[in-house]
C-alpha cells in the first residue's frame, strides 16, 4: 500500500510537474536538478516567481516567492483548481499514478480550506483608501467611484433591490447622483462575478502594470489567493481558472457586494469609499476604531462638502452616527438651505476629524448618537474647546422624524430657525 508521501517524493518530481502543467494550464521550465518555474496561476506575475522543488523531507512542494507567498502540495493544488474536498483530491492524484491501494490519512489540508456552500462571509465591510496619499491611489478612487455609480444609475431594473433599499433608507435617485453612490456586485452575480472593477479596467491593467498598482495599493482590488486575509478559505474559491487573464482569474472587487458611498473633504476631492452590505443582516460597516484596514480614515466626515460654508454661516453643526442619519437629516434641510449635517460614521470622532470640526467656527454642536462613554468624552471634549454649546439629541429612532428631535433646540439657536416642510 503506497503512502500520499510516496506519490509525491522526489523519485516521482517528474510526474508531478507534468500534471501540474496540465492542471493549471502553464508550462515549467527547469531551473536545476528537481526544481522547476514558471509565472505563478494565482497572481499576476511576469517573473516565474512560482517554483517546484523538493524539501528536506523529500516531499515536492509548489512555492511562489513573489505576491502571494502561497505554498502548496499536488493535493492542494487539485483542490484549488477542481473545487474538490482534500480526500477526493488524494484519490484523483493516486489514482493518476496508479497507486491501486492508496493510504489517505486523516486531517484537512494544512494548506486549502476544505470547499463549501456557504454564502458571502460576515466580515466588517471596509473603508477603501489609499494606502499613502499617492496621487495615482487617489486618481483611482475617483475612476471607481465613477465606475460603481455609473453601473448603478445605468443598471436600474438589473439592480432593483440595491435601489428598494436605499429607497426605504431615505436614498432616492436624486440622491444618489448627487452623493455619486454606486454598488459593487456581489462574487456570485452571473455577469460580473465580483470583478465588475477589475473587468471594466482590465485593457488598462494589460497595457500598463502601474495602472494596476494604482488600484490595488488604493485598496480597490482583492488578491484572492491572500492566505492572510480573513475568510481566506471563500475567496481562494472564487479564483476562476476559465479566465484568460491573470488580473481577473487572481483578483476581485474589494467592495464586491457593497453599496459604494464616496467619501469626500471639504473641497470636495474622493478621499476613500465606503462599502455598505445592502439588508440588515450581520456587520454591515466597519466602524472608525476597528483595526482592519491600513488605515483609519480618521478624518473623515460624510456629507462635509456640501455643509461647510453653511456650517459657518449658521455656527451650527448636527452630526450623526451613520449614512442613513445623514440622509434623514439632509433630507429635510437641504430644501431649506440649512444642509449644516455631517455624519462622523460612528460614535466617536477622532482627534484628526475634532481638529477639522474646531477650525470651523461653530458655535452650536447638535449630536444625534446611540454613543458610549468614550464618544460622549470625545465630543465634550472638542466641544469645550471650541467654547460652543451641546445639544444631545440621542439616537434617531425607527420611524422617527428628525423634524421632531430638532424643533426643541433650535429655538435657542441664534439665526437658525426650522419649519417643518410638509
Not at 206 to 216: D, G, I, L, M, S
Not at 370 to 385: F, H, P, Q, S, T
Amino acid at each position: 500500500m503506497k503512502t500520499c508521501q510516496e506519490t509525491t517524493s522526489a523519485a516521482v518530481i517528474d510526474a508531478v510537474v507534468h500534471y501540474a502543467e496540465s492542471l493549471l494550464d502553464l508550462h515549467f521550465k527547469s531551473v536545476k536538478k528537481n526544481r522547476y518555474s514558471a509565472p505563478c496561476p494565482f497572481h499576476a506575475d511576469a517573473k516565474e516567481d512560482f517554483q517546484v522543488y523538493v524539501n528536506k523531507d523529500d516531499e515536492v512542494r509548489f512555492h511562489c516567492f513573489g505576491a502571494c507567498k502561497g505554498d502548496w502540495d499536488i493535493c492542494d493544488l487539485i483542490v484549488l483548481r477542481k473545487q474538490y474536498r482534500l480526500r477526493k483530491a488524494r484519490q484523483v492524484w493516486a489514482e493518476y499514478m496508479g497507486a491501486g491501494e492508496f493510504e489517505l490519512d486523516a486531517g484537512g489540508g494544512a494548506c486549502i480550506p476544505e470547499p463549501d456552500d456557504t454564502s458571502p462571509p460576515d466580515d466588517p465591510v471596509g473603508f477603501v483608501e489609499p494606502m499613502k496619499p499617492d496621487q495615482k491611489n487617489v486618481a483611482a478612487l475617483e475612476e471607481a467611484a465613477k465606475f460603481y455609480h455609473d453601473l448603478l444609475m445605468l443598471n436600474e431594473n438589473r439592480f432593483k433591490p440595491i435601489w428598494d433599499y436605499l429607497a426605504r433608507r431615505g436614498v432616492g435617485k436624486d440622491a444618489s447622483s448627487e452623493f455619486n453612490i454606486g454598488y459593487a456586485p456581489p462574487y456570485d452575480d452571473e455577469q460580473h462575478q465580483g470583478r465588475a472593477l477589475v473587468d471594466g479596467f482590465l485593457p488598462r491593467f494589460q497595457k500598463n502594470y502601474e495602472t494596476f498598482k494604482a488600484f490595488t495599493d488604493a485598496g480597490l482590488v482583492r488578491l484572492l489567493n491572500d492566505k492572510n486575509a480573513r475568510e481566506y478559505g471563500y475567496y481562494c474559491r472564487q479564483i476562476d481558472f476559465r479566465r484568460k487573464y491573470p488580473f481577473s482569474r487572481n483578483y476581485g472587487d474589494s467592495l464586491a457586494g457593497q453599496m459604494v458611498f464616496p467619501i469626500y473633504d471639504a473641497d470636495a476631492r474622493v478621499t476613500g469609499l465606503l462599502g455598505r452590505r445592502p439588508g440588515d443582516r450581520g456587520i454591515r460597516w466597519l466602524k472608525h476604531q476597528t483595526r482592519e484596514v491600513p488605515l483609519s480614515a480618521r478624518e473623515w466626515l460624510y456629507g462635509i462638502e456640501k455643509a461647510e460654508r453653511y456650517i459657518r454661516q449658521y455656527r451650527t453643526i448636527i452630526l450623526v452616527e451613520g449614512v442613513f442619519d445623514y440622509f434623514a437629516f439632509y433630507n429635510l434641510l437641504r430644501d431649506q438651505d440649512k444642509p449644516v449635517v455631517v455624519s462622523t460614521l460612528g460614535a466617536y470622532v477622532a482627534s484628526e476629524a475634532a481638529a477639522i470640526l474646531n477650525g470651523l467656527d461653530i458655535e452650536h454642536f447638535i449630536v444625534a448618537y446611540d454613543w458610549d462613554e468614550l464618544g460622549r468624552n470625545g465630543i465634550e471634549r472638542m466641544v469645550a474647546k471650541s467654547g460652543g454649546w451641546l445639544y444631545y439629541l440621542g439616537g434617531l429612532a425607527k420611524d422617527q422624524s428628525p423634524y421632531d428631535m430638532l424643533k426643541p433646540v433650535v429655538k435657542g439657536i441664534s439665526g437658525f430657525s426650522l419649519e417643518h416642510p410638509f
